[in-house]
T-cell receptor
């Protein structure tokens, strides 16, 4: 178990292109979260899965964003028709459902939209 | 709408000094208040956390002070070291997953 893994670590794309990020959580964690962090700001909650069910989505998650966790293990975050304002660090985090479960973050995937 | 306000934005202290970071919140339903430490190129890592029924919690050189009536909490880093130079975020939540973060404080500890 090497923690929460995110790929790719850095993606540079042109405006209008689609991008997909992958998150592999800690294996025994059934809860998975996506956050977005812009420069000089704290992370902002985007969405949350318990197993394969997406239980909550932030208003920050526009229709161009979609997240999946098909088998309750890894998750993907896709951004369609990227805009310059999408440039940010996308952080994945996971935690166990047991009381006291700590939210553990991955290193993030940095998106730069040109 | 920022639900957790953090200050200062940045802080420089000498080795051995005690950086203090302050946070304030509005939502009285929050029941979990963690602090995260983030180094450049890394994700945030949990440092220490407190619940509102406790006024102070210490873990190693890190101390959280919590004032429920004022809806404020703070982080003290005792005997700070250059390796403590990082960005620190306070956060609050009604559960342990969906966190509302402050804007962060960049702490620099000089040798």
């Amino acid at each position: 178990d090497t923690g929460v893994s995110q790929n790719p670590r850095h993606k540079i794309t042109k405006r209008g292109q689609n991008v997909t990020f992958r998150c592999d959580p800690i294996s025994e964690h059934n809860r998975l979260y996506w956050y977005r962090q812009t420069l000089g700001q704290g992370p902002e909650f985007l969405t949350y899965f318990q197993n394969e069910a997406q239980l909550e989505k932030s208003r920050l998650l526009s229709d161009r964003f979609s997240a999946e966790r098909p088998k309750g293990s890894f998750s993907t975050l896709e951004i369609q028709r990227t805009e310059q304002g999408d440039s940010a660090m996308y952080l994945c985090a996971s935690r166990a459902s047991a009381e006291g479960g700590v939210l553990t973050f991955g290193a993030g995937s940095r998106l730069t939209v040109l | 709408q920022q639900q957790v306000k953090q200050s200062p934005q940045s802080l420089i202290v000498q080795k051995g000094g005690i950086p203090i970071i302050n946070c304030a919140y509005e939502n009285t339903a929050f029941d979990y208040f963690p602090w995260y430490q983030q180094f450049p190129g890394k994700g945030p890592a949990l440092l220490i956390a407190i619940r509102p029924d406790v006024s102070e919690k210490k873990e190693g050189r890190f101390t959280i002070s919590f004032n429920k009536s004022a809806k404020q909490f703070s982080l003290h880093i005792m005997d700070s070291q250059p390796g403590d130079s990082a960005t620190y975020f306070c956060a609050a939540s009604m559960g342990r997953g969906k966190l509302q973060f402050g804007a962060g404080t960049q702490v620099v500890v000089t040798p």
